[in-house]
């Protein structure tokens, strides 16, 4: 824990031009989808962190050659010779991400048996995964918990079936893709998620041979089919990243500009963006002319000067206020006038983080109440799911230690925002989701180094 440490010389706008790749929610599911075809899988702008790494790995555990393609991060997938892995060398990779959870269906598919072990991913309350086993035994799965991991089957072969999520879950409706796009038969599923990296993936998938419709009111329709081939994808931009830089940007009073963000999947962050006193202003990808070389494209971010103002937001599954952008967000609510509230509606335990930011000098509150907004799943449950932020306050430097990989993108904001110098432990965590970050702020001319 020592040597993973960043000492961070708060206090300096940042100020200048970062590059975000392929969204890792996406990246990392279309890898799984290539285990789907016969013949290899080509993807672009893969950005190296963490994860990629870990579903790279499972990926060759189960035959699949993964090779670095020409161009810098293109990924090519030769799924021709799949076969089972061991649960030890499964094992392996226990406890670092969630998308193991992803690889039930494609081996079930290519297998006839599937392996899972036990999942990781950030500690943001208890994740469970029974909308995934539920749709799994709606397609013919049987499942079997055992204390090293989870063993599938489907002995009778997986059929489409209709099925209904209690809640849009993204990744319950990654898994019902995946499995329902060589399943026999008809998939209606109902009350699914809609995130622009499922419609990637549905685009993935479509590319490869599936027959999917996407209709009105969360319903996918997919009708299997006996064979996928190989896709040739460039994925959709990080708005994850990129919104935690344009927080970055506010929380700093700085100025970044993030190429390749995409307006069209953050229009619900550039509204609260916008609303709290930030500009931005997107930026066209101009194509090489004769004489003049091409631009490429993004969305600039700053502070104006002057106060933020507060406001009230709700996380809210897509179209709304994602999950993911609040804990960068929240730090930037340091720093605005009022009383700002934010009602967390996707994760119960999403604001523990801001203990370390109180520990800096904010001023935050967090209630078991459903605040601002319309009433979600953890009223009732005695999660401290809302918060109050009351600013502008004066942040100052601390020792913080990273809980999770949002969270901890969030610290680092606030150790930058802050008068003197913050030690930040465990920030080898932000690599999970965040390509080349150290760079990244080296180019933003952030005051960081390692001891
Ligand atoms: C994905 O997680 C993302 N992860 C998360 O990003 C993101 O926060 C989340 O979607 C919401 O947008 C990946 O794509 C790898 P969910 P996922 O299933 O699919 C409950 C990041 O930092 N639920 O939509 O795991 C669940 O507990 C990460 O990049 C069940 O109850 O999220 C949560 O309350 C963090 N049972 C809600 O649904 C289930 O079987 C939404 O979770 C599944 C989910």
Avoid at 44 to 54: A, G, L, N, S
Wanted: hydrophobic residues 40%.
């Amino acid at each position: 824990m020592t040597d993973d440490v960043l000492v961070v010389h708060g206090g300096t706008p940042l100020q200048g031009r970062i590059r975000v790749r392929g969204a890792k929610n996406l990246v990392s599911k279309a890898m799984v989808a290539a285990l789907l075809g016969d013949s290899p899988s080509r993807l672009f702008d893969v950005p190296k962190i963490r994860d990629v790494e870990v579903v790279r790995g499972l990926l060759g555990l189960h035959g699949v050659k993964v090779t670095d393609g020409d161009e810098d991060g293109e990924l090519v997938f030769d799924p021709a010779n799949v076969e089972s892995a061991s649960t030890d060398q499964i094992n392996v990779h226990a406890g670092s991400s969630r998308i193991p959870i992803l690889f039930c269906g494609p081996l079930l598919h290519r297998l006839g048996h599937a392996f899972i072990p036990d999942l990781g991913g950030c500690h943001i309350g208890p994740r469970p995964i029974d909308f995934h086993l539920q749709a799994l035994r709606e397609f013919g799965a049987t499942v079997d918990k055992t204390p090293e991991g989870l063993h599938l089957s489907a002995p009778n072969g997986l059929h489409g079936t209709k099925f209904a999520l209690p809640y849009p879950s993204v990744g319950a409706t990654e898994q019902v893709l995946l499995t329902a796009v060589m399943a026999e038969g008809v998939t209606e599923l109902r009350n699914a998620a809609v995130e622009p990296e499922i419609i990637d993936l549905i685009c993935v998938l479509q590319k490869m041979g599936a027959i999917i419709k996407v209709h009105t009111d969360r319903v996918i329709e997919i009708q299997g089919v006996p064979k996928l081939h190989g896709y040739t994808h460039r994925p959709i931009p990080d708005r994850i990243e990129a919104a935690s830089w344009a927080a970055a940007a506010l929380a700093t009073r700085g100025h970044v500009e993030v190429l390749g963000a995409e307006q069209a999947d953050m229009m619900t962050f550039l509204n609260v963006f916008r609303s709290v006193g930030g500009e931005y202003e997107v930026t066209d990808t101009r194509p090489p002319r004769p004489g003049q070389p091409g631009q490429e494209g993004g969305i600039r971010f700053w502070h104006p000067g002057g106060e933020l103002q507060a406001t009230a937001l709700e996380t809210d599954v897509h179209p709304g206020f994602m999950t993911d952008w609040q804990q960068p967000l929240v730090v930037a609510l340091t720093q605005a006038r009022g009383l700002s509230i934010v009602h967390e509606t996707v994760y119960e335990q999403r604001l523990g983080y801001t203990e370390a930011l109180n520990s800096m000098g904010a001023n935050i509150q967090v209630y078991r109440d459903c605040l601002g907004g319309t009433p979600c799943r953890f009223g009732r449950r005695n999660f401290k799911h809302s918060a109050v932020i009351a600013g502008p306050s004066k942040l100052h430097a601390a020792d913080l230690v990273i809980p999770d990989l949002r969270a901890g993108f969030s610290h680092l904001i606030a150790a930058l925002a802050a008068e003197g110098t913050s030690r930040v432990y465990g920030v080898d965590l932000i690599n999970r989701g965040y390509e080349d970050f150290e760079a990244k702020l080296a180019d933003l001319g952030a005051q960081v180094e390692r001891p």
